[in-house]
Each structure stands twice: as structure tokens, then as C-alpha cells.
């Protein structure tokens, strides 16, 4: 998805070659999926983690090429914004204590990488939405050095051909314009990558559209924005709203915006590519060289990087992936639902979560899907989003009921018993779901703290901007303790 391009522009021609390129590449893709061989024998999974830059004042530091200079390894990447990085972390196997491991590698990994920016001047904080952003930060030289970030703000006003208007009513409103696609950058997530064959695809991806919902009310953390509070994980209505390419006329008229939910259960990834090619125009259509169906014939798996690009232009929620490894193609189902943060062992325990119900979810004999319509998993999606710990959701068999007795009762069972299928260790699934499990009980997650703890602030006499910037250094003092969330006291 982080694949680099040559130009920020692109003609006529080459959006025509580009279309009937991803057209040969679909054909391909169909019958691949039919006669290749796809490398799923282990269960691997994959992480990637979007973070932060702030100043000593804890606004945003537009320094991420310094600090990624200084902290000089390749795990660490740019973002869209100048104050953001990403972490990527290898594929490795679920089972036994590799978890543990993971949580242990990305401590030792954030504090290195914490130490060398603060030596540039910065300090990284994982958090959904940076609080002390504001608008003004994102005028002038806001964007990272990457001409595929240059060619996507190009070629999102193209097709809308006026500024994007953000309005976001939550429990304060707000209302505004941009005239650049910078508002986006203010979405950092974690992205959970599970590898998985052809014939698992289908249920997998839309189990994991299930598990949408809970996620949310489980995990929110990202309350403020610009200064408002609006939704428990404003993130997913900003992140639509920042990458539209449809004018209001467009919207009305039922397109569909390039932030997509989805709109029926599916019965192969393949349905998710052709949707992408049906519904979607190119925004970076640049044609490679390969010749998809000489390298099938050759027996060789084919990149296909018309399609691969063009997917990562189209920001599912949990997004197909296609991908050739040494040789060899694969599949994985990218979970982009969750905010990043609060802390490392947060993180994992949503994972842990995520990974061991979607085990159970995907292997049902009478499937959840089967029994639920995809607008009620849409709906618990949009709950989860708006109201954090007080959504409420539909579940078959049990009706209409408050997430974390769902959690409780359904999932958090449906968890354990799919990590130990999976074969992970006991001391994980003790460790991880046992976070969930009180955050469930306590009903807190990151959005409720940050609202409380900026509540108590603004009590004691603090205007709404200072109790922002004490509540973030608040938040960073936790995050570096790696105690649950559920766990931090309130000034």
C-alpha cells in the first residue's frame, strides 16, 4: 500500500492504459485464484502501528525527517503528515508465546526510537487523533517529502474540483473546510494483518466486518479533534470525510466515497477486487511494465501492482491484500479499525481480541453473517464509532444489547477458545484477555479516559487548549509506564 510512485500528475492516456491494465490484471487475479498455489500453511500475522510527533509544548512536530534520520532503521517509516512515522513490524507466527514476545520487541523498539527524537527535538506519542492539533498546523509545509502523498492530494480535488468541507457533530460540532487533503494525516491506526487462504478468505473478511463494531467500543481513542469533542473514535468519520472525492451532488447521488465500510457479505476476495475496479476511479494510475498474463504462463505469480496500487487508494476497513513474497503470491485481511494506543500492552490486548474471536467467527458452521444483515454490522460499525462505551448493538440471538455485555458474554469466550486453537500459550491468553476483560467490566477504554481526565482539567480551571496539552502529557506518561489504559488514575 506504501508503494512509491514516479509523478504526481498523469495524462489522459495513461488513465485509459491504466483501466484496461487493471481489467487484464482482474482476469489474471480470477484464475489464480482458481489453479495458483498461495502460501497459507502458517497462521501469520502482521502489524504495523501509525504514531505521533510532538514538542516540548506537546503540539505537533513537523520533524519526522530528522527523527527518522536519527532513529536510522527501516522499520520506521514517513506518513502522510511531517509530525507523523509508522512503525512496521515483520510477519511472525501466533502460536506459543510469540505475543509476549511481540509486546516485549515493540517496548524495546518505541523507547529507542522515543530516545533518538527527543535527541531531534521531538517526542512520539501513539494516540488516534493528536489532541493539541489544530488547524493552523496543517497550512504550509505540513506534508512529508513522497510524491505519492503529493500525487493523492492532486488527484482527490481533481474529482471533487472544490475544498473538503469537514462537519462532524458529536458532543460539540464541528464545521470547516480544507484545501488540501492534510485533515487525513491526523489518522493514526494500528492495521492487524492475518494471512489466509483463497477458500478462508471470504469468511475471515467478513467476520472481521462483525467484529467492526466491538472493536470501536473496546478500543476508541480519539475523542478530540481540532480542539472539539465529538465522537468516541472521530477518526473513522474524519478519515472519510478527508479523502472524499465526491462533491455533494456526487454524495446524493449514492456514490460511493473511497473510505468504504462495504455493502454486502462476500464469498471471495475476488468480489472485493472487482468492486474496486467497478466502483472506484484511479487516482494514481500509473502502468508497470509486467505483463501479467506472460509471467502466469510462465509460471511465475505475477506482482499485479495496477491492482495492488489501486487497492491501497481505496480504504477499507478491512482491506484485501495481494501480495508476492519471494516468489510466492498470498493473501491477508488488513484490520484497519482500530485507533493506535493507548499503550503496547493495549495494543496486544486488542489483537489477542480480535484474532481469537475472528478464529471462532470465521469457523462457524452457521455463520454470523448468515444470520445478520450487512447494514445492522454497518450500523454496529457507526455505534461503535459515535459513542464508544455507551453503544449499544444488535447481536442474532441475543437482540439489541450494550457492548460490553456482548463482550462478556459472547465474544470474550469466543476469544479464548480461538487463541487456543490457534495455539497460543496460556500466559498470552491470561495476559491479554484479562485486559479486556476489565476494560469491559470498568467500562473505560482511551476515548473515556481523555474525555474524564480533560473534564477534571477544564474543572480546575484550565481553558480547553492547556487542558489538552497536561492531558497529552498525561497520556504519554501512561503510555511509557505500558499500564492498561483501564488502569490510569484521572488528575
Not at 500459550?425 to 484477555?433: E, G, T
Not at 467500562?443 to 497536561?470: H, I
Request: aromatic share 8%; net charge negative; with cysteine.
Amino acid at each position: 500500500m506504501g508503494d512509491d510512485i514516479a509523478t504526481a500528475t498523469f495524462t489522459r492516456e495513461q488513465r485509459t492504459r491504466y483501466r484496461d491494465k487493471m481489467r487484464r490484471c482482474l482476469d489474471v487475479f480470477e484464475t489464480m485464484l482458481v489453479d495458483h498455489t498461495f502460501d497459507f500453511d502458517r497462521p501469520l500475522t502482521g502489524l504495523e502501528i501509525e504514531l505521533n510527533l510532538v514538542g516540548e509544548d506537546w503540539r505537533p512536530a513537523m520533524a519526522n525527517g530528522r527523527v527518522l534520520a536519527a532513529i536510522a532503521d527501516p522499520a520506521y517509516q514517513t506518513e502522510l503528515g511531517r509530525y507523523n512515522i509508522e512503525l512496521n513490524v515483520p510477519p511472525r507466527p501466533l502460536p506459543g508465546d510469540s505475543a509476549l514476545e511481540l509486546e516485549e520487541l515493540l517496548r524495546v523498539s518505541l523507547d529507542h526510537a522515543d530516545a533518538r527524537a527527543r535527541e531531534a527535538g521531538a517526542r512520539i506519542v501513539m494516540i488516534g487523533i493528536l489532541p493539541t492539533l489544530m488547524p493552523e498546523d496543517l497550512t504550509g509545509d505540513w506534508m512529508s517529502a513522497n510524491p505519492r502523498y503529493e500525487a493523492l492530494d492532486e488527484a482527490v480535488f481533481a474529482a471533487r474540483r472544490e475544498d473538503l468541507e469537514l462537519e462532524i457533530a458529536g458532543v460539540e460540532r464541528l464545521r470547516m473546510f480544507s484545501p488540501t487533503i492534510a485533515p487525513e494525516s491526523a489518522c493514526t491506526s494500528v492495521q492487524l494483518h492475518l494471512q489466509v487462504s483463497p477458500a478462508d478468505f471470504a469468511a475471515n473478511w467478513n467476520a472481521a466486518q462483525i467484529l467492526a463494531g466491538p472493536q470501536l467500543a473496546l478500543g476508541a481513542n480519539s475523542p478530540f479533534l481540532f480542539g472539539k469533542r465529538l465522537w468516541a473514535e472521530t477518526r473513522t468519520e474524519l478519515f472519510l470525510q478527508a479523502t472524499d472525492t465526491r462533491s455533494p451532488e456526487l454524495k446524493n447521488q449514492g456514490v460511493r466515497p473511497p473510505v468504504f465500510f462495504g455493502e454486502r457479505w462476500i464469498t471471495s476476495i475476488f468480489d472485493l477486487f472487482e468492486e474496486n475496479v467497478r466502483y472506484f476511479p484511479a487516482l494514481l494510475p500509473e502502468v508497470s511494465d509486467e505483463d501479467p498474463e506472460a509471467e502466469l504462463a510462465a509460471g511465475r505469480a505475477p506482482k499485479l501492482q495496477e491492482p495492488r496500487l489501486h487497492n491501497g487508494t481505496v480504504y477499507r476497513w478491512n482491506r484485501p491484500v495481494y501480495d508476492v513474497v519471494s516468489g510466492v503470491p498470498h493473501l491477508r485481511v488488513e484490520n484497519r479499525v482500530l485507533p493506535a494506543g493507548p499503550t503496547v500492552v493495549d495494543v496486544m490486548a486488542n489483537a489477542a481480541f480480535y484474532y481469537g474471536a475472528l478464529r471462532m467467527l470465521a469457523s462457524d458452521e452457521r455463520p454470523v453473517w448468515t444470520k445478520m444483515s450487512f447494514d445492522a454490522a454497518q450500523s454496529n460499525f457507526a455505534e461503535g464509532a459515535r459513542l464508544g462505551i455507551d453503544a449499544v448493538f444488535y447481536w442474532p440471538g441475543i437482540g439489541t444489547v450494550p457492548w460490553d455485555e456482548l463482550v462478556l458474554r459472547r465474544l470474550l469466550p469466543l476469544a479464548e477458545e480461538g487463541l487456543s486453537r490457534w495455539g497460543v500459550s496460556r500466559a498470552v491468553r491470561d495476559r491479554y484477555l484479562t485486559i479486556i476483560e476489565e476494560r469491559a467490566k470498568r467500562r473505560v477504554n482511551g476515548a473515556s479516559w481523555q474525555v474524564d481526565t480533560v473534564s477534571a482539567l477544564q474543572a480546575r480551571g484550565l481553558d480547553r487548549p492547556r487542558a489538552l496539552a497536561e492531558m497529552l502529557r498525561l497520556y504519554a506518561e501512561g503510555m511509557h509506564a505500558n499500564a492498561p489504559v483501564h488502569t490510569w488514575e484521572l488528575p
